[in-house]
C-alpha cells in the first residue's frame, strides 16, 4: 500500500506540472537564448567593483573629503560587512556560473560547439578576473550542489584551471562539423562577435597571454615566450576588440557608468591619470607640445584654464576636492570636473535618457570593452623587454599606443553603440605630433619598461581596472624593483597618505570574498584562508610575490 501512496502521489504531482507548464517559458532554453544574457553579465563585475578598484589604481578619486566610506576606499582601506567589491566574485558563480554549464551541457546535445566553445572562454575568463581580484578562490568545487560548504582553491590551481578551460574552449572553438548550421550556428546568440569564431579564438589567446603574463614576478614559472605567441594569436587590429555594447532604452541595457545610471556622483578623475594625458608623468613637463591629444576625448575639463594644461583638474587619492566644499561658491572654477563631460560639476541627466551625451566610456549607450588590441599589444611588449628582445618590444609597444588611437577614433560600434570620441576623431597631425613628442620612446635603446606600463595603463583607464590592479600589484605599485628598472615603474604614482595607519603599513592586495555568500555561509573556510583577519585585504597576492 504505501508504495502505491508514493507512486500515486508522484504521478498526481507529474501531472499536475504539465497542466503548469508554460511553453511562453521553456524549462530548457536554447543555448542562443541564454548566451545574451551572459554577455551582458560581463560588464557588471568589472563596472560594479571598479567603484572600489578604480579608486586603489587612482583612476578616480571621491570628490567629497566627508564621503568618508569613499575615502576609506581611496585610502586604500576595506568596508568589512558589505558586498562592497564583491561583484566580480558574484557575477563568476551566481551570474555566469551555472549557466554557463548549461550552455555546454546543451550544447553538447544540439551539437552547438562554437556556443560550447565560447561558454568556456566566458568560464576561464571570468575565473581569471576572479582570481585575480581575489586571490584564493572556490574553483575545484564551484558549482558543487547539496552543500553550502565549498573549499577555496590555490591561486596556483585555479591559473593552471583557466589554462585548461581555455583548452577546452579551443577545441570546441576549432570545430566545423556542424549537423545544423543554419540553426544552430553562435550567430544567433553573440551580439558582440557575431558568431565569428576566429574572433572567438583570439579573445581565448587573449586569456592565455594574461594568465601567462602575470606570472611575470615568477622566475620558475614565467614563460616570456609563451606570452608572445599567445599574444601574435590573439587581437591585433580594433575590429578583434571584444566590446559590449548597450542598447540606452532602459536602466538594466545602459551604461552603469552612463549619467541615466548616476553611478559616478561622487567620482572625479584622478590626478595620476592628469600627469599621464598632460605630459607631467611622461617627459616633466606640461607643456602644450607635450599633452597627449587622447585627454580631450577621455578627461573632462574644468573652467579654470590658468593651471598650465588647459584646466586638466585631478583628485589625489584620500583627501577629497578641496575645492568643492559647501564655504566654496558654486561658481568656484577650480574644481575637477565630472566624467561626463567638460565644465559639469553634477550630473546633468540622471534617470534622464540621453544615449550619446557623456565623454569618452561614460555615456548611457557606450561601450563596455573587455579585452582590446592595445592592449594584448603592450602585454606582448612587457614579455619581450622581459626577455631582453627589446626591438620587439618597441615594436609591440608602437603597434599598442596607435591601437589605442583607433580604439578612440572608431566610428563604427557594436549595435549602434555611442562614439567614444568627443567631437571628431584625434587628427593624423595630432597623432603623429605625438608620437614624435618625448612622451614616446623612438629606440629600442631607449624603451623602458615604464614607457610601456604606463601607456598600458593610459589605454586601460575606464575600463580595465582589473588588469591595471594586476600591473600595479606585480610592480609593487611604486618601487624600484632590481634588475627591472632604476627608477619606479610608475612614475608619480603616490601611495595616499593614510593608507599606513588604516592598512598595518601595507598597501591593498586583494578584495576579500563576496560577505553574503561566504562570510555569512564559508566561514570555516575563510578562517582556513585568513580571510577573517581585519587586514586580510592586505594579505601579499600569490601571482606577485617573487621567487
Not at 504505501?2 to 506540472?17: D, E, P, Q, Y
Not at 574552449?169 to 553573440?190: E, H, I, Q, V
Not at 595607519?501 to 578584495?511: C, F, H
Request: glycine share 6%; net charge neutral.
Amino acid at each position: 500500500m504505501l508504495l502505491f501512496a508514493v507512486m500515486t502521489v508522484m504521478t498526481g504531482c507529474k501531472k499536475w506540472l504539465d497542466v503548469n507548464y508554460d511553453p511562453a517559458t521553456p524549462q530548457d532554453p536554447d543555448p542562443a537564448s541564454v548566451f545574451p544574457a551572459q554577455l551582458a553579465g560581463l560588464p557588471r563585475g568589472n563596472q560594479y567593483d571598479a567603484r572600489y578598484v578604480g579608486r586603489y589604481i587612482q583612476n578616480w578619486e571621491t570628490s567629497l573629503s566627508s564621503r568618508t566610506a569613499d575615502i576609506t576606499w581611496d585610502q586604500m582601506g576595506y568596508a568589512s560587512g558589505s558586498d562592497a567589491n564583491g561583484d566580480i566574485w558574484r557575477q563568476c558563480y551566481f551570474g555566469l556560473g551555472k549557466n554557463l554549464d548549461y550552455i555546454i551541457a546543451t550544447g553538447h546535445t544540439k551539437a552547438q560547439w562554437d556556443y560550447i566553445g565560447a561558454a568556456y572562454a566566458l568560464k576561464a575568463y571570468m575565473f581569471q578576473i576572479t582570481t585575480d581580484h581575489h586571490g584564493e578562490i572556490i574553483y575545484t568545487e564551484a558549482f558543487k550542489e547539496n552543500t553550502a560548504i565549498f573549499k577555496f582553491d590555490s591561486q596556483d590551481t585555479v591559473y593552471m584551471g583557466v589554462r585548461s578551460l581555455c583548452d577546452s574552449a579551443l577545441k570546441y572553438l576549432t570545430r566545423t562539423d556542424f549537423p545544423n548550421p543554419a540553426t544552430n550556428r553562435l550567430s544567433r546568440g553573440d551580439y558582440t562577435y557575431n558568431g565569428d569564431n576566429a574572433k572567438w579564438i583570439k579573445f581565448t589567446y587573449g586569456i592565455l597571454a594574461h594568465n601567462y603574463n602575470h606570472l611575470s614576478r615568477k622566475s620558475t614559472l614565467y614563460d616570456p615566450a609563451k606570452v608572445i605567441e599567445f599574444c601574435d594569436k590573439s587581437m591585433t587590429t580594433i575590429t578583434d576588440d571584444f566590446l559590449v555594447p548597450f542598447d540606452g532604452t532602459k536602466n538594466d541595457d545602459t551604461n552603469f557608468f552612463g549619467p541615466y545610471r548616476d553611478n559616478l556622483t561622487f567620482v572625479r578623475q584622478g590626478a595620476f591619470i592628469v600627469r599621464l594625458l598632460d605630459g607631467f608623468a611622461l617627459t616633466g613637463s606640461r607643456a602644450f607640445a607635450n599633452r597627449d591629444p587622447r585627454i580631450k576625448h577621455m578627461l573632462s575639463a574644468s573652467q579654470d584654464t590658468t593651471n598650465g594644461n588647459g584646466g586638466y583638474l585631478g583628485l589625489e587619492p584620500g583627501i577629497g576636492d578641496p575645492n568643492a566644499a559647501s564655504t566654496v561658491p558654486a561658481n568656484m572654477r577650480k574644481r575637477a570636473a565630472a566624467p561626463w563631460g567638460d565644465s559639469i560639476y553634477a550630473n546633468p541627466s540622471a534617470s534622464v535618457f540621453t544615449p550619446n551625451s557623456g565623454k569618452y566610456l561614460f555615456k548611457d549607450k557606450a561601450v563596455m570593452p573587455v579585452m582590446t588590441a592595445a592592449e594584448i599589444y603592450f602585454i606582448k611588449a612587457e614579455a619581450a623587454f622581459l626577455s631582453n628582445k627589446k626591438d620587439v618590444a618597441l615594436d609591440a609597444y608602437t603597434k599598442g599606443i596607435n591601437a589605442h588611437f583607433d580604439f578612440i577614433n572608431r566610428t563604427a560600434l557594436p549595435r549602434g553603440a555611442s562614439v567614444i570620441y568627443n567631437g571628431s576623431p584625434i587628427t593624423a597631425q595630432e597623432r603623429a605630433s605625438y608620437l614624435a613628442s618625448p612622451n614616446v620612446a623612438k629606440t629600442a635603446a631607449t624603451l623602458t619598461i615604464s614607457d610601456i606600463m604606463l601607456q598600458k595603463y593610459i589605454a586601460l583607464f575606464g575600463w580595465g581596472f582589473n588588469e591595471t590592479w594586476v600591473d600595479l600589484r606585480r610592480y609593487e605599485y611604486n618601487k624600484v624593483l632590481d634588475g627591472i628598472t632604476t627608477l619606479p615603474v610608475y612614475r608619480t604614482f603616490a601611495l595616499p597618505q593614510a593608507y599606513s595607519s588604516l592598512n598595518v603599513g601595507q598597501p591593498v592586495q586583494r578584495a576579500r570574498p563576496r560577505f553574503n555568500s561566504e562570510y555569512v555561509w564559508n566561514m570555516d573556510e575563510l578562517k582556513r584562508i585568513q580571510a577573517d583577519a581585519s587586514n586580510y585585504h592586505t594579505k601579499p597576492i600569490w601571482f606577485a610575490i617573487p621567487n
